[in-house]
């Protein structure tokens, strides 16, 4: 956006998907660009969950949440709602019935891992004096780490920082040691392997790892572990793996005394240019 925002410059969008995104559909800067693309020609969609606002309004058509009112300004189900409805116009787009059959699931199966929250809060208690952390994943669950650093950040006040496997190793790596504790997002799919193979190389540094995934393999690396759902689908674990990053954070701020739903600094919306 800040190609248009900050810059003033014109893209050629007229063959081009523009989708926007925002739960209260008042960013200004996706707003923005939702309107250059239809100057331009372009299909426009807006992803919302606030009809008839600026955004749902501008856009040619509207893919609407209908996940209720987000009262939290940490806005967990935004999330995971905006999350589903991409990965529901990615299956159409592709005609993917497979995916589709599967995505039906996934509430019920989020629902399910609501239900380990006390696993999830005894873990968080084992580090609830914890200042700083590094998030990993790889993958589609990059996002979910993200997500996770994200959260740790504005409910617990903890300074976490998020990177795919690939990026730690360069640079960043030169950090870790015994004081800072790692959370790492693996699930079993095609990215195992490289998280394995981060998991290894930080036990021999020293350092403390929780562990997210559903590999019996990456037990054997874990301080602690947290369980996620079996499933043999790569592109549905980020829903898993995203929940148990928010339960995360949720029980972290609560162990601490803070409320969640109501960090400092922070305003419900934010409609940046």
Do not use: W
Not at 193 to 198: F, T
Not at 217 to 224: H, S, V
Request: glycine letters at 4%.
């Amino acid at each position: 956006p800040s190609i248009i925002t900050v810059y003033g410059r014109k893209l050629r969008l007229e063959r081009s998907l523009i989708i926007g995104i925002s739960q209260s559909g008042e960013a200004k800067d996706v707003l923005s660009f939702i309107m250059h693309g239809n100057e331009c020609g372009a299909a426009t969609v807006a992803v919302t969950n606030t009809k008839n606002s600026p955004l749902d309004r501008e856009a040619k058509y509207k893919l609407r949440l209908y996940a209720g009112v987000e009262e939290s300004v940490a806005a967990t189900k935004t999330f995971t709602a905006e999350m589903y409805i991409l990965a529901l116009l990615f299956a159409a787009l592709g005609d993917d019935c497979e995916l589709s059959e599967k995505l039906r699931k996934v509430p019920e199966a989020i629902r399910r891992q609501l239900d380990n929250r006390a696993a999830v809060a005894e873990v968080a208690g084992r580090y609830m004096d914890m200042q700083e952390c590094f998030v990993l994943s790889r993958g589609v669950n990059y996002a979910t780490a993200a997500e996770a650093a994200l959260k740790l950040q504005e409910t617990a006040y903890i300074r976490a920082r998020a990177y795919p496997v690939s990026d730690f190793y360069h640079g960043p790596l030169a950090l870790a040691d015994r004081c800072i504790p790692f959370i790492i997002f693996a699930p079993e799919g095609p990215a195992l392997d490289k998280s394995v193979e981060i998991c290894r190389r930080l036990r021999e540094i020293g350092s403390e790892l929780i562990i997210v995934s559903n590999s019996p393999e990456l037990r054997l690396y874990a301080n602690e572990f947290i369980e996620l759902p079996e499933e043999d689908c790569d592109f549905i674990s980020p829903f898993y793996s995203a929940v148990t990053a928010q339960l995360f954070a949720f029980e972290a701020a609560r162990l601490k005394g803070l409320d969640p739903d109501r960090p400092k600094n922070i305003k419900k919306i934010t409609v940046t240019l």
